[in-house]
């Protein structure tokens, strides 16, 4: 509107001017009145200042027009300066690090202790592949040794499950004393069928694992030695790394490591098909089922039922058997102070140092424009609440 005004004004004056000073008009025309020398310099002068004016009026329209310009802009960038720039109250309810979560140093350490027991299972499963390798049978003991290495193996493995399943059979007599005969007579025959159901699977899968053991024997005759090595351990790596650690350490109850279970029995294929009887094969893939699948299992129940002492008495038992064979029978110095080593940095110095990162780099900033939630202790009341409402 200012500026339709503006124009309108400066048509109006430009009007004006035209017809005062501007020689063809009626009004004021001096070549009609006169053609004298006198009223041609009037004339003269007359178009002289009619052209000053013009151009008078025309850089007035034109400041006028940038200075509304500039004040628009001044405007907007008042605008945008209250918005952005100005001292604002927006991060006067910072928080840092107000709901930051102190980890204790012993129950991370207790945490890492699944690493440092994977760890070990692996490097032990190695060890049993050398000892096989290298061991030489004598005729007639071949296959009484052999079997000797199967039951001891079996033994050592299944002492855990015993003990895993006198623990439930108590805790599940605990929890049906408040059920009446007919439900206890249910969980009874549903508890014996799933165990001869158990059973007869894992007749299945020795059966199937002794089918497979002459062809896994010759699977890999063409590869080289260091190719053969190579594969095993970037397998090993991917396995560490790819562990289902949350479930071990009793978090879940949903076992999920498909690619470490697949790199674990790639590598037992590997081993197997570099030994020289069908009956080793069939030995060293019993035992990465044994390590690997079933032993999981039974930790995830020890440090589910809090059973710290015989998870950690199974560690060092583990621990002291690597150190053992790595000493007397593989006699590496080398080898046995880098097993020591991955084992002290992996339960005493990761713990140490993810707790100093987390106290000295980590920082957390809440504030009013974050989602509501509930602080782990409280949410911790009210699970409790809720479950002896129950």
Known sequence: MKRRKQSQHTNTDLKTITQRYHPGTSEHDPTVA????????????????????????????????????????????????????????????????????????????????????????????????????????????????????????????????????????????????????????????????????????????????????????????????????ALVCLLFIIHLFTHDYYFVNGKTEKFNCYLSLNCVIFISALFASRLRHSLDAFVILLVAIELFLLFPFVRHQLRKNDKTF????????????????????????????????????MVFLMPYLFIFSQTHYKQVLTGPWDEASVHPIEYEKIKNYLVSKK
């Open 34 to 229: 006169s053609t004298s020398p006198v009223h041609s310099t009037n004339v003269c002068s007359q178009r002289l200042l009619y052209k000053t004016l013009i151009e008078n009026i025309n850089l007035n329209n034109q400041n006028n027009i940038l200075l509304q310009h500039d004040q628009e802009s001044k405007a907007v960038d008042q605008r945008t300066k209250t918005i952005l720039h100005s001292h604002q109250n927006f991060l006067s309810e910072l928080k840092i690090n107000q709901d930051l979560e102190i980890y204790n140093y012993w129950d991370t350490s207790k945490e890492c202790l699944a690493l440092a027991m994977q760890f070990t299972c692996c490097c032990l499963f190695c060890l049993i592949f050398f000892l096989i390798y290298e061991w030489e049978p004598s005729g007639k003991f071949q296959s009484f040794e052999i079997m000797a290495i199967i039951i001891l193996v079996n033994f050592v493995f299944i002492l855990p499950f015993l003990y895993l399943h006198r623990t439930l059979k108590k805790s599940s007599k605990s929890n049906t004393n408040n059920l009446n005969e007919s439900s206890h007579d249910i969980q009874q025959s549903m508890n014996i069928s799933s165990f001869s159901s158990t059973v007869f699977n894992w007749i299945i899968v020795v059966l199937i694992l002794l089918g497979a053991s002459p062809i896994l024997r010759t699977l890999t005759l063409l590869y080289s030695q260091d190719t053969i090595i």
């Open 310 to 345: 015989l998870y950690v008495t199974i560690y060092l038992l583990m621990t002291c058997t690597t150190v053992t064979v790595l000493y007397y029978f593989v006699s590496s110095v080398f080898l046995l102070f880098a097993f020591l080593s991955v084992n002290i940095i």
